[in-house]
């Protein structure tokens, strides 16, 4: 058993969310990529699965192998990976949103012949791609294939049946694997190749047409030994809406013997495509078990039946005339001697004479201009009747096939032949692909024959994966092979996130900009905080973002509470003490008993009022601090004093007196 990952992290990255699937070897799991911001699939291995040693290393081979692999209708393995602390395989692959096939035959019984062939041909689509690069998938079933939302067909568990039914194949007694879509070689345990995984695609078809399986059993074995020794009931039989051709492409995919199936996906592909344009064509031919070929042919007709009771009858009425005239019996056999005789004499003279009609040696058209086949026709008087069709694959004029086909034997002079000639790519309309996941523009590219050039960009507009814009107009007439370059989103630009904290105001918010982010300032009072400093930022440092996101950083700013010293000058008693002594005026020029000029230094700092009346006695200064200050007063130019006094918290509106008595400190 798996022990509970739901809410842990594996491979430092990986979040495991919840469990969307339970499989025969792993547990899939929806996780969130916390490197790549991204949610993805996990399927985690079973223990059974981890403690075989050559079991794990072939394991790793194959996830590697199926890794490389990158097609629409193939489910994307982005990492393989091991966690020491748990003993923990698993695979990390594209989280996709849809249902699998299995489910959407449980719910709908029977899919439409048109529908299932245009799934087949996705599959068989990622068949070709991976048996080019020798990957082998061995397990073709609907549970391993997801229809998303857009109704693409992707295919899932790439290269890891290989390292099941190459290790030990069993695991408690029971098969890896569903063998009712085992071909019979697997279930033989002999060689498995690419054919093997065609004749299974065609179980899968016999079951979207049909809504059954094959071969079903009360056991895997005697499963298996069906798809040994059995032939099936032709999907026709159980569904009379399927066309002839669809029906004979299944039949052909499940052929026992593996010659005798299509050779490749390739081959299965083209005609799958044909049945789309020709369901009730008889291009399909299939091998008989003595090596000769078949084709379909008519149903027998009630008219056909009728016409054989009436020869019953004849023959019957002929048998009773004979039985009646025993004599007649004779002359007629003899009569029928004669005639043999003279028979076997016209024909042998006709041989010699080489026949009644000229025969000529089989032309081979294909591959010829349409001027060449003309000209050899006309040499060999022979009648040709031409088709013009499109490929992408023969030279436009030249002769892409000819029916009858060419073989090394001699017709009748006079015989007409029918050509297929090329008129090159078939041309489309280019649809709009602006705003389509690149995913489903490969899958509609592939449909028109021609290659997309992806081209990544950020955007902060777009979601990543889709495309912004493409190079070629939409409505542009395209042909097999055309290139056309489409812009696709990266998402928006990341950045990462430096670290302010501890940097004055203006020092960080000039960081946050050059990192390509837009900084705001908020204001806190913290008293265990060093004043004007960034204390706390929104976003962690190295952190990635999109460019031009938002960040908060929060500056120290310790509000004080505003205190009011009230600053008492009894000018008159300083003035006054003085007079007498002099009369001279204050630096104003006035007459020192009318005006004189103040000026009060607190902590250093001057304040100056001219003019004062000599009645006047105090003046108010408001501060925002505590602790010792130094308050100086001059007034006119013979009196100076100086006193430090010392404020506490409690301290609002003290009066501060300076007089004619006032000593400094």
Request: charged fraction near 25%; hydrophobic fraction near 35%.
């Amino acid at each position: 058993m798996i022990m509970n990952l739901i809410g842990k992290i594996i491979g430092n990255r990986y979040e495991i969310l919840e469990e969307v699937g339970l499989g025969g070897m792993a547990t899939v799991y929806k996780a969130k990529d916390h490197v790549l911001n991204r949610l993805v699939a996990v399927k985690v291995l079973k223990d059974e699965f981890t403690t075989d040693a050559e079991f794990v290393k072939r394991f790793n081979t194959e996830a590697q192998a199926a890794a490389s692999l990158s097609h629409p209708n193939i489910v994307s393995i982005y990492d393989v990976g091991h966690e020491d602390e748990n003993n923990l395989y698993y695979i990390v692959m594209e989280l996709v949103q849809g249902k699998t096939l299995k489910e959407i035959i449980n719910s709908e019984g029977v899919l439409t012949w048109k529908w299932a062939v245009n799934i087949a041909m996705q599959i068989a689509s990622a068949l070709e791609m991976a048996h080019k690069r020798g990957i082998v998938h061995r397990d073709i079933k609907p549970h391993n294939i997801i229809i998303t939302e857009d109704g693409i067909a992707k295919v899932t568990d790439f290269g890891i049946a290989k390292a099941v039914s190459n290790s030990t194949i069993t695991a408690f007694g029971t098969t890896i694997g569903s063998v009712h879509y085992f071909s019979p070689e697997q279930a033989k345990g002999g060689f498995t190749d690419a054919k093997s995984d065609l004749y299974s695609l065609g179980v899968v078809m016999y079951e979207m047409l049909t809504g059954k399986v094959p071969f079903d059993a009360d056991t895997p074995v005697s499963v298996a030994l069906k798809h040994m020794q059995e032939d099936p009931k032709e999907p026709v039989e159980l569904n009379e809406e399927i066309p002839t051709a669809v029906n004979q492409i299944v039949v052909k995919a499940m052929q026992k013997e593996p010659s005798a199936r299509y050779q490749n996906a390739t081959e299965m592909l083209h005609d799958l495509s044909k049945a789309l344009k020709d369901p009730d064509g008889d291009f399909v031919i299939i091998e008989n078990k003595d090596g000769g070929y078949t084709r379909v042919m008519q149903a027998i007709t009630d008219d056909q039946i009728s016409e054989g009771k009436k020869e019953e009858v004849k023959t019957k009425t002929k048998t009773n005339f004979f039985t009646e005239h025993p004599k007649a019996k004779i002359a007629i056999i003899i009569l029928g001697l004669i005639l043999l005789f003279v028979v076997v004499f016209l024909i042998t003279k006709i041989a010699i004479d080489g026949g009644i009609t000229k025969k000529v040696d089989m032309p081979n058209f294909v591959g010829k201009t349409l001027e060449e086949a003309q000209t050899m026709a006309e040499d060999l008087d022979l009648t040709i009747e031409t088709e013009e069709v499109a490929s992408s694959e023969v030279e436009e004029g030249k002769i892409v096939s000819q029916d009858p086909e060419y073989s090394e034997t001699k017709i009748e002079v006079g015989t007409t032949i029918k050509l297929k000639v090329s008129k090159g790519p078939e041309t489309a309309e280019l649809p709009k692909l602006e705003g389509m996941k690149i995913e489903d523009a490969r899958v509609t590219a592939e449909s028109l024959g021609i290659t997309l050039v992806e081209e990544t960009e950020n955007s902060d507009k777009v979601e990543q994966g889709v495309i912004i814009r493409q190079d070629t107009a939409v409505g542009t007439l395209v042909k097999s092979g055309d290139t056309v370059t489409v812009h696709v989103s990266a998402g928006a630009e990341k950045v990462r996130v430096p670290t302010v904290m501890g940097m004055d105001e203006g020092t960080a918010v000039a960081t946050l900009k050059n990192a390509g982010l837009n900084p705001t300032v908020k204001y806190e009072s913290r008293e265990d905080q060093e004043e004007g400093k960034v204390i706390s930022q929104s976003i962690e440092q190295n952190t990635e973002v999109a460019k031009n996101s938002a960040i908060e950083i929060v500056v120290n700013k310790i509000e004080k509470e505003e205190k009011t010293i009230r600053i008492s000058v009894n000018v008159n008693s300083i003035v006054g003490s003085n007079s007498q002594n002099s009369n001279t005026t204050n630096t104003a020029g006035t007459n020192q008993e009318d005006t004189v000029n103040v000026t009060i230094l607190i902590d250093g700092v001057e304040r100056t009022q001219e003019n004062v009346d000599v009645t006047n006695n105090a003046f108010v200064y408001t501060y925002k601090s505590t602790g010792t200050h130094e308050i100086t007063v001059k007034v006119g130019s013979s009196y100076t004093r100086t006193r430090r006094i010392n404020f506490d918290e409690s301290d609002n509106n003290r009066q501060v007196i300076f007089d004619r008595n006032t000593t400094s400190d």
